[in-house]
């Protein structure tokens, strides 16, 4: 059974940090990108951040997070992290880990056929 497995959400107060790691036990480079998806309450799911797991290691931001979040992964691929800095309270959200196994639009869940079961991130004014 595939397993992606978040750790590291946790409650801050606006304009802290906090740091996200998502690990998998596929093969290294099982997966062509990594991502982060979110949820706040009473919406809908949407992207993050991703990161391409093969050469290059592109990486991707939501617009609302470009310059606060850092993405980045081991060299095996294996796991990936996200660095959230400058954390507002409209960042309060479960924060998803998906994986993609094939190129596609890095944005859209839909291609992303694994999920971990997400972990609270809480940031308080």
């Known amino acids: 059974q595939v397993q992606l497995v978040e750790s590291g959400g946790g409650s801050v107060q606006a304009g802290h940090s906090l740091s996200l790691s998502c690990a998998h036990s596929?093969?290294?480079?099982?997966?062509?990108?990594l991502a982060w998806f979110r949820q706040a309450p009473g919406k809908d799911r949407e992207f993050v951040s991703s990161?391409?797991?093969?050469?290059?290691?592109?990486?991707f931001y939501a617009a609302s997070v470009e310059g606060r979040f850092t993405i980045s992964r081991d060299s095996a691929g294996s796991t990936v992290y996200l660095q959230m800095n400058s954390l507002k309270p409209e960042d309060t959200a479960v924060y998803y880990c998906?994986?993609?196994?094939?190129?596609?639009?890095?944005?859209?869940?839909?291609?992303?056929?694994?999920w971990g079961q997400g972990t609270q991130v809480t940031v308080s004014s």
């Open positions: 596929q093969l290294p480079q099982t997966y062509f990108a």
């Open positions: 998906a994986g993609r196994r094939r190129s596609g639009n890095y944005y859209n869940q839909g291609e992303y056929g694994d």
């Open positions: 990161i391409n797991t093969w050469s290059g290691g592109l990486t």
